[in-house]
């Protein structure tokens, strides 16, 4: 495993890029975004979010499940869904 020669100097170079950051987002408010709520996910108000299930790892459909899901799709957005 690697560790760094300097842990501390590696530490407090982070900790300098961060507020220099953050000096220009206080000096320059157009450089902060406002991140939207993630795709798929349904606002409940109040401050909460419902985020959709997602796997860990990419699924393959293959057959009625794959011609289910572009039909879903499509009737959903209107879109032709890229197969």
């Known amino acids: 495993m690697k560790q760094p020669l300097k842990p501390y ?14 000096a ?9 975004y406002e991140k939207g709520n993630p795709y798929g996910s ?3 108000g109040d401050g ?12 393959m459909l293959h057959g009625d499940a794959a011609t289910a899901v572009h039909t879903y799709m499509h009737d959903q957005t209107g879109d032709n869904v890229a197969d």
């Open 24 to 32: 220009l987002k206080s000096m320059i408010p157009m450089l902060e």
């Open 42 to 44: 349904i606002d409940l």
């Open 48 to 59: 909460f979010v419902l985020l959709p299930p997602r796997d860990r790892s990419m699924q």
């Open 9 to 22: 100097e590696n530490l407090s170079q982070q900790g300098l890029c961060q507020v220099q950051v953050n």
